[in-house]
Nanobody, 125 residues
Framework: QVQLVESGGGSVQAGGSLRLSCAAVGYLERAKCTAWFRQAPGKEREAVARLYNGGVMTTYADSVKGRFTISQDSTKNTVYLQMNSLKPEDTAMYYC??????????????????WGQGTQVTVSS
């Protein structure tokens, strides 16, 4: 069964760090783009960071620039989101998404139609 499996969420105090992982299970080919989105209660889902163009290019939301880093380990077919200097406003459900063709939510040239189940991040003040 092909799927995206996220892990690494949890509860931390403001200023702390977490590393989220997104493993693409069952896929034989690399995705065109991989990204992290997040959704806080009562708010729309927003883009956080993306990796594209063969994993060479990255884009970050202004709210996380300088604090979050997206990276990949091709040998493990896994994408990571290193989150440092966490703030209470980073509290949300974090979702991994991939562009494997077929359309979906757009972000630049990417179309994210494959989604994981999400992992919760809670940052306390």
């Amino acid at each position: 069964q092909v799927q995206l499996v996220e892990s690494g969420g949890g509860s931390v105090q403001a200023g702390g760090s977490l590393r989220l992982s997104c493993a693409a299970v069952g896929y034989l080919e690399r995705a065109k783009c991989t990204a992290w989105f997040r959704q806080a209660p009562g708010k729309e889902r927003e883009a956080v960071a993306r990796l594209y163009n063969g994993g060479v290019m990255t884009t970050y939301a202004d709210s996380v620039k300088g604090r979050f880093t997206i990276s990949q380990d091709s040998t493990k077919n896994t994408v990571y989101l290193q989150m440092n200097s966490l703030k209470p406003e980073d509290t949300a459900m974090y979702y991994c998404a991939e562009d494997r063709g077929g359309g979906g939510r757009s972000w630049g040239v990417c179309r994210f139609g494959t989604w994981g189940q999400g992992t919760q991040v809670t940052v306390s003040s």
